[in-house]
């Protein structure tokens, strides 16, 4: 058990969830339909594009970008902008949210091997499973929506206290 079983665990009912809630719901749903929009401009190369409905920093847009990048190096490296716009469907800017989760729950593993030394590796992956579950964060790992994002950046930002590698910690919130 330990980081890479929470991993698995945690991927192995967020990628068919994921699958089912794009086939249920394809478009942008709820305040998706502010966000989806945001991240195909940044797909497009047009930073400088801004809906003023959106409350938060482009943080998420800008790891989504990079995901995007990763999963398409060639469309990226030869800069065919249309084609590499056109990769950022609703499903595939949503599957940044499920990744982050999964993410999000193997840092949780970390912080509560850190809190808790003495606890076995077994709890400790229960725990850290049991805690990937929670409603909110259960609800918006499916959607494209900034929460599981600022998550992760505090969990890694706390993990990097905890570590002691305030720096670290530091750039990880400056850039969330």
């Keep these: 058990m330990g980081r890479i079983a929470v991993a698995v665990i945690v991927s192995s ?19 998706e339909i502010f966000h989806v929009p945001q991240a195909q401009q940044y797909c497009k190369g047009n930073f400088t594009s801004w809906d003023p409905m959106i409350t938060t920093p482009p943080g998420l847009y800008f790891i989504s970008l990079a995901y995007v990048g990763y999963l398409f190096p060639g469309m990226f ?3 065919a ?11 595939i800017l949503r599957s940044t ?12 593993y970390e912080i509560i091997t850190r809190l808790r030394p003495a606890l076995d590796e077994r709890k400790a992956t229960i725990y850290a499973v049991v805690l990937a579950l929670y409603p909110l964060h259960w609800f918006f790992t499916f959607l494209y929506y900034t929460d599981v994002a600022s998550l992760a950046a505090v969990l890694a930002m706390y993990l990097g206290c905890l570590k002691r590698n305030y720096i670290l910690s530091a750039l990880v919130i400056e850039q969330a």
Excluded: E, H
């Design 97 to 108: 949210n499920a990744i982050l989760g999964v993410i999000c729950s193997v840092l949780v």
């Design 13 to 31: 009912w967020i990628i068919p969830i994921s699958i089912l809630v794009n086939r249920i719901v394809p478009d942008p749903y709820m305040d």
């Design 81 to 91: 902008v249309s084609s590499f716009s056109g990769t950022c469907s609703s499903a």
């Design 77 to 79: 490296c030869m800069q």
